[in-house]
T-cell receptor, first 113, second 112 residues
Framework: AQKVTQAQTEISVVEKEDVTLDCVYE???????LFWYKQPPSGELVFLIR??????QNEISGRYSWNFQKSTSSFNFTITASQVVDSAVYFC??????????FGAGTRLTVKP | DAGITQSPRHKVTETGTPVTLRCHQTENHRYMYWYRQDPGHGLRLIHY???????DKGEVSDGYSVSRSKTEDFLLTLESATSSQTSVYFC???????????FGPGTRLTVL
């Protein structure tokens, strides 16, 4: 079975705290892609990052960083020095074939001032 | 950003009535998708299209049909809406050369 688990349903932090959102996936495929999307209160889905299964290099983009570990089937997302504007629902997704993308249930992050 | 619009953005309808949601894109992307978003489930694929008149089922296709007569438009139809189809519906598109899907703004559908 292919699936994505985001065990943290809701997280609340105070501004400037670091926060990590967990994502664990299951697949038997050797080639796959992992994604993170952000859904702010306005409701749209914003693409954040894509990582393929052959590239385990971690990535940093400003305050955002992603840690991909095939050994533990995890693709975790860290926000450093969180800000109120980071408040959103974050989705992790797994793409096995080009047309079969499976999403996790999402993690609602609330950043309080 | 694939220039995706969805219409209507909000709709309230009654059980048993037909409903059609429209997705329109301006970027000439070959692939288009319909998802539904429900609490606790994330997004789940309903149907997708890999070209004009070429469509296939996704994970939760029962009760839904789709059509694509033009590259830019992908229609989702609920032939006889049920309360279990109350959801937020998202359209997405993808360039053939990439694997990243970009999403429209969503349509909130309420079936009473």
């Amino acid at each position: 079975a292919q699936k994505v688990t985001q065990a943290q349903t809701e997280i609340s932090v105070v501004e400037k705290e670091d926060v990590t959102l967990d994502c664990v996936y299951e697949t038997r495929d050797t080639t796959y892609y992992l994604f993170w999307y952000k859904q702010p209160p306005s409701g749209e889905l914003v693409f954040l990052i894509r990582r393929n299964s052959f590239d385990e290099q971690n990535e940093i983009s400003g305050r955002y960083s992603w840690n991909f570990q095939k050994s533990t089937s995890s693709f975790n997302f860290t926000i450093t020095a969180s800000q109120v504007v980071d408040s959103a629902v974050y989705f992790c997704a797994l793409l096995m074939t080009y047309n079969d993308m499976r999403f996790g249930a999402g993690t609602r992050l609330t950043v309080k001032p | 950003d694939a220039g995706i619009t969805q219409s209507p953005r909000h709709k309230v309808t009654e059980t048993g009535t037909p409903v059609t949601l429209r997705c329109h894109q301006t970027e000439n992307h070959r692939y288009m998708y319909w998802y539904r978003q429900d609490p606790g489930h994330g997004l789940r694929l309903i149907h997708y299209s890999y070209g004009v008149k070429d469509t296939d089922k996704g994970e939760v296709s029962d009760g839904y049909s789709v059509s694509r007569s033009k590259t830019e438009d992908f229609l989702l139809t609920l032939e006889s809406a049920t309360s279990s189809q109350t959801s937020v519906y998202f359209c997405a598109t993808r360039l053939a050369e990439t694997d990243t899907q970009y999403f429209g703004p969503g349509t909130r559908l309420t079936v009473l």
